[in-house]
């Protein structure tokens, strides 16, 4: 049986309280706002529904880089430099101009809370009243809050996002015990007819999984043919809905990072390093306010604009999934695999795919805990 370690019973305080800066959601966003707003001197509160770290959200795959330049490298389990892709008429491997790498969720997220300077609280948030946020311990009150709560998007200023009508994907996998070499998936109608299915390897555990963009096609029966395919038994589900289309970043006074805002990019599903990238530009921005270079409106005017700024390129990927999902049954997909087996054109396929939401400079990690202000340079001259 699993431990929960969210508080129970008689722990359970009531929460009510006023806060200079409110970020809901102790995952890659919240915590990557959290981490810009150290040594800021502001009484900084993180709230969540279960403890840092505690439920994983996702195959924990990223690019190295990304950890690395965060200082999250005492996570990562297994690195990556090329993927093993299948489909029904062969395998390629492609070399990765960048390495991926798979991490312990429940490590990552320590590491990134321990460069924050922020107090942390387990509760349920229902809902918000202008800035009054409602959770199951009592009401929380702030002038600057985040919503890093997930694709339902839960302090938008209408309904929840509902699965299927809205623009989401699905996934599911298991974490059985086992290991592996190599990065792999399958582009393989016969799982799924729009998406994709993989096995990650992690150490001591594979993360294996089946993905699809189209929300009424249910992925647990392919899940549970894909681990019974590569052998390993079906145990330890994760799985949730993906947002496939960008999102207004602010709306009502309110900041939205990660999959709240549907910052997760479509066709590849990747959305930890854009978590992690506009939770940053978020962060950057409070913080400014936090230290009186600007006011509430103006950063909510620049995190908006930057966000949108990108929308061209989610646009794009988003007719890539579109493509993929019609491709995928027909002869067209074998001659696309062999395309990427292209060195040149992989390399440049990948490189603008990373530039989608670049690394940070290299010093983040360090400069986060003393001052941010070299991090915001870049973005503040926009
Ligand atoms: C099966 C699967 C595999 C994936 N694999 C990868 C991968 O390998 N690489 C990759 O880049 N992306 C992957 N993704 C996508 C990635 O998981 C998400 O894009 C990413 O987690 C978004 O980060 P986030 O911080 O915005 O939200 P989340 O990581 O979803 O975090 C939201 C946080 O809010 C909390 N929360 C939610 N609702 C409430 C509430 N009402 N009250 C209090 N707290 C609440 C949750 O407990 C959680 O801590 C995967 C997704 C799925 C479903």
Not at 120 to 136: I, L, W
Not at 372 to 378: D, G, K, R
């Amino acid at each position: 049986m699993p431990v929960r370690a969210t508080k129970r019973g008689a722990e359970r305080t009531p929460l009510d309280r006023d806060c200079d800066v409110l970020i809901c959601g102790a995952s890659f966003a919240g915590l990557a706002v959290a981490r810009q707003l150290a040594g800021s001197g502001r009484d900084v509160l993180i709230v969540d529904r279960y403890e840092v770290g505690e439920k994983q959200t996702s195959a924990c795959a990223a690019p190295t880089e990304w950890l690395d330049r965060l200082g999250l490298r005492g996570a990562i389990q297994q690195t990556f430099s090329r993927l093993v892709v299948h489909t029904p008429k062969g395998t390629s491997t492609w070399p990765l101009p960048w390495s991926f790498s798979t991490f312990d969720y429940r490590t990552l997220c320590a590491l990134l809370f321990e460069q924050t300077d922020a107090t942390f609280d387990t509760a349920k948030v229902d809902g918000r009243s202008g800035f009054t946020v409602h959770t199951d311990r009592g009401d929380i009150r702030s002038p600057l809050i985040v919503d890093a709560l997930g694709w339902r998007r839960v302090l938008g200023a209408g309904a929840n996002v509902q699965p299927p009508e809205a623009f989401l994907s699905r996934g599911l996998e298991v974490h059985p015990d086992g290991s592996g070499e190599d990065l792999e998936l399958w582009l393989d109608p016969s799982y799924v007819r729009a998406g994709y299915s993989w096995s990650f390897p992690a150490d001591t555990e594979l993360r294996v999984g089946v993905g699809s963009f189209e929300p009424r096609d249910h992925v647990k029966e392919p899940t549970l043919r894909l681990a019974q395919d590569v052998d390993v038994p079906a145990v330890r589900f994760q799985g949730n809905w993906i947002p496939h289309k960008l999102r207004k970043a602010v709306d009502d006074g309110i900041f939205f990072a990660g999959d709240s805002a549907g910052h997760c990019l479509p066709v590849t599903a990747e959305g930890i390093r854009t978590a992690l990238y506009f939770g940053i530009a978020a962060g950057q921005e409070i913080r400014a306010v936090l230290d009186g270079a600007q006011s509430r409106e103006q950063a909510l005017m620049r995190y908006g604009a930057f966000s949108d700024s990108h929308a061209w390129k989610f646009l794009w990927l988003k007719r890539v999934q579109n493509l993929v999902s019609r491709v995928n049954p027909t002869p067209l997909m074998p001659v696309a695999i062999r395309a990427m087996s292209n060195e040149r054109l992989l390399r440049w396929a990948f490189d603008h795919y990373l530039e989608i939401a670049p690394p940070p400079p290299a010093n983040a990690a360090r400069s986060a805990r003393a001052t941010a202000s070299h991090e915001l340079a870049p973005m503040r001259a926009l």
